[in-house]
């Protein structure tokens, strides 16, 4: 097969003249509404496939001056999708494939905004930067955040490899942005206008300094598009048979290089123990499944919970958006009650309670999911028991801070206090008994 030639031969890219890729775009953005001839995409899987050589260096690198930056940073890479290329052409009638920048990318996750721009100093001093666009110093208005740099190993390389540089936080935004589009089958990444949906998600990009009618008002789009309600109903569906699959994989403790496969809903996790294995694996199924998501992952800490933070949109299990929107309930409920607003406060605690219910029945499952897995592998159990009982803590710690609150704020004496007493003990009591069936 002419791609086993390929991965074999790290300057076969040189065959490519930028005059003969410009004319491949030309033809595929023509061929929109036709069969695209087998020669054309033979063509575009072979310059998919050249870039083999200066992604790996480059990932290389990254990966390596990373990990001497901060320890648990999360390195990977990946080649653009042949059905994502053409529709960019089409997508983009004025550009021309020969300066479509990424086709091959390389990410790196760190814990701040600082970190990435430590990290992006030491990549320009050993690659050569044919642009940057800083999305941290001039950032759009759709929320997006992160670094892009376009690297080649010298002046005279013609085909650069994008790199991203983001935190956790703006990685999970993005993230959160695919999911979406998977979900409701839409394209608010590529631009698709939404005005519901883009409102929700620049809100939530500004999460950490949104003042409570902000707040009021990302919870109403959230309740609008019912989008808590349909990540629960994939994440619960998904949780524990991506978990189970995790704790029936065949991964030595020092494995940290995966290749992750994800066709439909499902992933399928492979481990390694070295980059060149990985490598070879990764370029194995890409070039079987063209109509597959495939990424290859570095995870200094090669555990689940890191999988989940690099790739929640691919396992489709959780989403720290979770927890914020707990958060946001619980701060807008302490809000209202503090104003004596005990109407909307009820409107507003009614619902924190219905997803927070959803959240511990699903954690219920996994509970008693764990005590059946310590058999498996014991090892693995406990880092998810672990996990597990940080996670619920810190949402039961949440509605603990509004449990106070509502002890200082409610209404004193009269018929207004008996009906609200009533009420939130009703709620409450049916909270500490989940609660205490599931912490023990």
Known sequence: MVLLALWNNMSDSKKFSKTKIRKLGDRLRLEKHATIPEDDLAMLEDFRVSFKGRISRIFNSLNDLSKSIRHDSITTYRLKRIDTIIRKLYRYPSMELDRMWDIAGCRCILNSEEKANKLKYLLCKEFHVVKENNYYESPPNTGYRSIHLYLTDSPDDKWPVEVQLRTRKDHNWATLVEIIDQIYEKSLKEGEQDEDFNEFLILISRLPTLQIDEKCRAIHLAHKLNVFQKLYSVFLKNYLKVREDWLVLNKPKHHHFFV???????PIISSYDRFKEAEIDYFKKFS????????????????????ETAYSNYTLTTHSIIDDYFQMLSDVCGFLLKQKNFKSFYRFFSNSQEIFYSSLANIDKEFRMIEDAINVDRRKAKYWEKDFRKRIKKRVKIFNQLSKEIERFSPSGGFSSLIFNYYVWRIDRRDKQIQKQILG
């Open 288 to 307: 079987t499944s063209i109509g597959t998501n495939i990424v290859l992952t570095y995870l200094p800490q090669s555990n689940f919970e890191n999988l």
């Open 260 to 266: 992750i496969e994800v066709e439909g809903d499902k």
